[in-house]
T-cell receptor, first 116, second 110 residues
Framework: ETGVTQTPRHLVMGMTNKKSLKCEQH?????MYWYKQSAKKPLELMFV???????ENNSVPSRFSPECPNSSHLFLHLHTLQPEDSALYLC???????????????FGQGTRLTVV | DQQVKQNSPSLSVQEGRISILNCDYT??????FLWYKKYPAEGPTFLIS?????DKNEDGRFTVFLNKSAKHLSLHIVPSQPGDSAVYFC?????????FGAGTILRVKS
């Protein structure tokens, strides 16, 4: 148990569906991240939020839309996805990273997404 | 452009021996480095880290070495145990984000 909770754990959706992934942490962290893990690829950073402000969008297609209403919650809204978007989506939180800062990110268990 | 690279997809080691996992990075703005361990169906969990002002950090059986001039870090596990079998990710931070490598699957044989 890392203190970061992701729901749902598994999701199957059609290409025309709209769904949302949820991430929640009550660790007092103020940086939250979405990562994507596809088979045989690195953990790909998608979005970074620091103090509820998006500070990084790693060239993610607009069919993925993040939302961070407060520092404890992070959503990833999904719309008209493609089969190649099937992957494990991981949320992480950390105290705000600083240059040379010694902090680690805590990960949720991920949402296994399958697009059919 | 992959800024953090783990060039060995897998490593197999005998129990009791040393496991050495390697990681290279390209971005000179990275100043903090971490290793994560991941079991199937779980998120990565933090293992050990090192700041760029150091060249070594040790925690029990785990030691991380950093060679800034070569932009290279490594994780040593001594002695290796079967429970260490997992995927190991190297990560680097520039103060705003964590960038991960592709991971190395470590198998420790008993």
């Amino acid at each position: 148990e890392t203190g970061v909770t992701q729901t749902p754990r598994h999701l199957v959706m059609g290409m025309t569906n709209k769904k949302s992934l949820k991430c929640e942490q009550h660790l007092g962290h103020n940086a939250m991240y979405w990562y994507k893990q596809s088979a045989k690829k690195p953990l790909e950073l998608m979005f970074v939020y620091n103090f509820k402000e998006q500070t990084e969008n790693n060239s993610v297609p607009s069919r993925f839309s993040p939302e961070c209403p407060n520092s404890s919650h992070l959503f990833l809204h999904l719309h008209t996805l493609q089969p190649e978007d099937s992957a494990l989506y991981l949320c992480a939180s950390a105290t705000r990273l600083t240059r040379g800062g010694n902090t680690e990110a805590f990960f949720g268990q991920g949402t296994r997404l399958t697009v059919v | 452009d992959q800024q953090v690279k783990q060039n060995s997809p897998s490593l197999s080691v005998q129990e009791g021996r040393i496991s050495i996992l390697n990681c290279d990075y390209t971005n000179s703005m990275f100043d903090y480095f971490l290793w994560y361990k991941k079991y199937p169906a779980e998120g990565p969990t933090f293992l050990i880290s090192i700041s760029s002002i150091k060249d070594k950090n040790e925690d029990g059986r785990f030691t991380v070495f950093l060679n800034k001039s070569a932009k290279h870090l490594s994780l040593h596990i001594v002695p290796s145990q079967p429970g260490d079998s997992a995927v190991y990710f190297c990560a680097a931070s520039d103060g705003n984000k964590l960038v991960f490598g592709a991971g190395t699957i470590l198998r420790v044989k008993s």
